[in-house]
T-cell receptor, first 118, second 115 residues
Framework: AQKVTQAQTEISVVEKEDVTLDCVYE???????LFWYKQPPSGELVFLIR??????QNEISGRYSWNFQKSTSSFNFTITASQVVDSAVYFC???????????????FGRGTQLTVWP | ETGVTQTPRHLVMGMTNKKSLKCEQH?????MYWYKQSAKKPLELMFV???????ENNSVPSRFSPECPNSSHLFLHLHTLQPEDSALYLC??????????????FGPGTRLLVL
């Protein structure tokens, strides 16, 4: 079973529209971490945010905001007033801190390709 | 130079060639990772090194051979690859402190094509 599901394979919006990328995760651990990464066409995965399972406060950073809801096991990402430069593949990831490895293996979703048209 | 760098950025090789991918991190981290990203597949963790010791080998074929001479450098030696090994190979690094997860930071990747 996939630990992280990003049901939206591709999303297209027009500039200045708001867009929400969905992420649903599955874990039995009580301590875990959730991440969002952005992968532009250049290929590098750019870290955007990390949240731990004990902090359900929503976070806003400029045009980006994240909605963490443990009740629905979701960690959705919203871009407000999208711009062409936001076009990229966005990955949601989960790490279960309670497992054997101290490094906390990252489980990635399959990614959502966001295209913002001018 | 800052962050995580990878060389080469692009590589084309034949199935009988031997080549190496290089990763270097300038973040003071002590853990390094190799990931494989194929088209239409999730990112796959290949290897993990913690303080130069390999702590995870995710059932990777022996034609991929990692090497971590120190905490700042990571290599992936390639030999007798198959066309299905064509992919983007991403390196990442993080701090690793027992019981504490730290964020992984990624390099730009090496796009590999095996003919």
């Amino acid at each position: 079973a996939q630990k992280v599901t990003q049901a939206q394979t591709e999303i297209s919006v027009v500039e200045k529209e708001d867009v929400t990328l969905d992420c649903v995760y599955e874990t039995r651990d009580t301590t875990y971490y959730l991440f969002w990464y952005k992968q532009p066409p250049s290929g590098e995965l750019v870290f955007l945010i990390r949240r731990n399972s004990f902090d359900e406060q929503n976070e806003i950073s400029g045009r980006y905001s994240w909605n963490f809801q443990k009740s629905t096991s979701s960690f959705n990402f919203t871009i407000t007033a999208s711009q062409v430069v936001d076009s990229a593949v966005y990955f949601c990831a989960l790490s279960e801190a309670g497992r054997g490895s101290t490094l906390g293996r990252l489980y990635f979703g399959r990614g959502t390709q966001l295209t913002v048209w001018p | 130079e800052t962050g995580v760098t990878q060389t080469p950025r692009h590589l084309v090789m034949g199935m009988t060639n031997k080549k190496s991918l290089k990763c270097e991190q300038h973040l003071g981290h002590n853990a390094m990772y190799w990931y494989k990203q194929s088209a239409k597949k999730p990112l796959e963790l290949m290897f993990v090194y913690n303080f130069k010791e390999q702590t995870e080998n995710n059932s990777v074929p022996s034609r991929f051979s990692p090497e971590c001479p120190n905490s700042s450098h990571l290599f992936l030696h390639l030999h007798t690859l198959q066309p299905e090994d064509s992919a983007l190979y991403l390196c990442a690094s993080s701090l690793a402190i027992a019981g504490t997860l730290k964020t992984q930071y990624f390099g730009p990747g090496t796009r590999l094509l095996v003919l």
